[in-house]
């Protein structure tokens, strides 16, 4: 199981992108995971991004109430940051990463 990142909203919280996060992503947003811009997202699709990585570890959570952990305990730059790094860390390195060879 990939270990996330962790982000402090209310409490320290969990982003985590295993299969089940990213198929909800896509369930949430109707496209496909390669077709969403992230350099470029919209306010619905980040929501329903940082919603799928966190409700693993609260299945009360909704996309509401991640909305307003966020106004309330973070700013959109430093969620931008730690959905970054928790998609890399799901998706692996990268061959810059590991010497080139496209190992992990």
Not at 48 to 64: N, P, Q, R, S
Not at 81 to 93: N, P, Q, S, V
Request: with cysteine; aromatic share 4%.
């Amino acid at each position: 199981m990939k270990k996330g990142i962790t982000i402090t909203l209310d409490k320290p919280r969990t982003l985590r992108y295993g299969m089940n996060a990213l198929a909800k992503i896509e369930d949430i947003t109707g496209k496909t995971l390669m077709s969403l811009d992230l350099g470029n997202v919209g306010i619905k699709d980040l929501l329903a991004i940082v919603y799928a990585g966190l409700c693993h570890e609260d299945k009360t959570l909704t996309i509401e109430k991640v909305g307003d952990l966020i106004d309330e305990y973070t700013d959109l730059n430093t969620i931008a940051e730690k959905i970054g790094d928790a998609l890399t860390e799901a998706f692996g390195t990268t061959k810059a990463e590991d010497g080139g060879t496209g190992e992990t």
